[in-house]
DNA sequence: TACAAAAGTCAAAGTTAGTCAAAGTCAGCA
DNA sequence: TGCTGACTTTGACTAACTTTGACTTTTGTA
């Protein structure tokens, strides 16, 4: 299935990921290009294409004498900010159209795909719900907020 | 039968899937296109007129180096019945086991995923909704006749 | 400070696959 | 015969993804 030399990086670096212990690796860049016979930024590509933030990893580097790139793993901690961001603007009742703009945020930050979005969007909307406005805004609240608590605990892929 | 190239080509691939374990083969369309002397474009003719998610496969590509087309078989008869047979099931009213078995059924038959069968159960259930029984019956069959009707008329975003 | 040794950036070139509409084929029928 | 409509074939154009390399920036050290 992994075809392109950026597929079979990306599944080293995993596997590599996989083993260690602490969740985090350290390689070289150019040792890295050496090993798979590619130019150095290639990595960079891999990296900026499949160990994004949106992803769940965490990347830092240095340059100069004894640099590196260090891959890591988060987990919910790192992303507890996040997290509480989108449960604290959902609070105990929202509008429609707020939770669609939340639907339409976390689809472009990769956290769900399209056809997750379009569900939600439909599920929330007034139509479906058929409630008085005060107590659908309040059902649709913790349908987001599920929605938020699934989509952080349970990642795709 | 019929001996145009593009049935050539669907009785190929078809021979090719009846032979895969896996029920899914991976091609490369100008590798293909090679083989049977067409012109790349054909092989998408051939794929969308045989290989459509109402005759049972599934179709995923990848551009780009390392591109592919991936052709899937998913094992769903009539689709249309199934459809108004799921909807049947549902009515006006639907109570947190029984649709709970439903999304079962869904994500068995690969209709959803995991995390969605996942989050939609989350969504359907009492604690989330929290309305009186016979309101969130209602509510709930809504929002799994919107389920259903995205899954059959959305298929694989 | 100067230099060397990293890593970063960015856009061009390369590699696939997708779309769409025009042209071609063929069988059935008035 | 020759028309019609469904299906097939073709290719120009588009979109998506990957690979490459020239140039830039950062950092440690002599």
Redesign the interface.
């Known amino acids: 299935?992994?075809?392109?030399?950026?597929?079979v990086i990306e599944y080293y670096l995993k596997q590599n990921l996989n083993e260690s212990r602490s969740g985090e690796i350290e390689i070289k860049r150019n040792e890295l290009a050496d090993l798979f016979q590619c130019v150095p930024s290639q990595i960079n590509y891999v990296i900026s294409t499949r160990f994004t933030i949106e992803k769940g990893y965490f990347v830092e580097s240095k340059r100069g004498g004894g640099g590196y790139i260090r891959i890591r793993r988060v987990c919910l901690d790192d992303e507890a900010e996040h997290f509480v961001d989108c449960l604290n603007q959902i609070g105990q009742s929202i509008p429609q159209v707020t939770a669609e703009h939340l639907i339409t945020r976390l689809l472009e930050s990769r956290m769900m795909?399209?056809?997750?979005a379009?569900?939600m969007k439909?599920?929330i909307s007034r139509e479906?719900?058929?409630?008085p406005v005060h107590?659908r805004d309040?059902?649709r609240a913790?349908?987001m907020r599920?929605?938020v608590t699934?989509?952080f605990t349970?990642?795709?892929e």
């Open positions: 299935m992994s075809n392109s030399v950026s597929d795909d399209r056809r997750e379009l569900l439909r599920l479906t719900l058929q409630l107590l309040q059902v913790r349908m599920m929605l699934t989509l349970n990642r795709g």
